[in-house]
DNA sequence: ACTCTGACGAACC
DNA sequence: TGGTTCGCCAGAG
């Protein structure tokens, strides 16, 4: 817990199973910052910058929307990357989303690290 | 030092 | 049903 606010984002990101996702939001409550879900998608953003090898197209918000497609350089390799893992895509929608979702509060350890 | 801007999400109109 | 506001808080200008 005294590591930056990225790390512990990106420990979580790591832990999600192939083929599952997850949402921002559901990332930061794990984190114990329920309403800081916009600080986990710009923990994403940097990242991409600090080329950290994360399954980050596994992380899509609440409604299974990927929109962080953008920063994925080409404007399907978020959804490539999925599909190549069994999620269906259609419209940038997550389909069965709700079995797909993966919650970081159920799966993981309550105080992991 | 200050303002604006988000890979979000929930609460309000 | 749907647009607007607000909380969150680290960078960029």
Redesign the pocket.
Known sequence: MNDP?FERVYRVVEHIPFGRVT????I?RYLG?A????????A?????KNEKQLP??R?V???GLL??K???GEPNA?QMLLEAEGVEIDDNQVQDFKRRFWDPIEELPPDLY
């Open positions: 606010f949402s921002y939001g559901a930061g910052s309403r800081s879900a916009r600080m986990v998608g710009w994403m953003n940097a990242c991409v980050a197209h992380v918000n609440r409604n929109t962080g953008a920063h994925f978020m």
